[in-house]
């Protein structure tokens, strides 16, 4: 019985989040849209889960959403820093580093979390991974301290991914 329904949903997170990502991009709620979208919630994994043989076993969900809030707060936060820089600052002050980020995450999945938290905050992009996943290439805007934008990704992101990706 549980490996029917594991077959059946081998990415029971993923489809409940296809599933409410499809009904959202609607541009009316209705049940067809609910019920279609777990259509593809349900297919889309079985079609893809071949190609899925290490996926993360287990995931806080409950602190996901917390990181996601955070993340989405430093998005809006940022986007104000980086307008404030472009409006202010001349070039020739602006203070842009490259900083080396040593990872302890070591799931491919957390990390491509990682790089793309970084990447979506404004004033930063993750612009290389090592050949041995244990560090990560940063790109900050402005900055007069490379070493506190390292820590700043370490305690902030880093931190709670290790506690998300278990």
Known sequence: MM???????????LTVLMAIVWTLLQNEFSAGMVVFGLILGIIIPISTARWWPDRPQSMAV??????????????LVANVQVAWIVLTKPNSKIRSAWVV???DLRSPEAISVLAGTITLTPGTVSADLSNEGH????HA????????VRDGIKDRYERRLKEIFK
């Open 141 to 148: 805007l402005d900055t007069g301290n490379p070493d506190a």
């Open 101 to 103: 980020v040593p990872l």
């Open 62 to 75: 409950g602190r996901m959403i917390s990181y996601c809030m955070l993340v989405i707060w430093d998005i």
């Open 3 to 13: 490996k029917a329904f594991h077959w059946l949903l081998p990415h029971p997170f």
């Open 135 to 138: 560090c990560l290439l940063v």
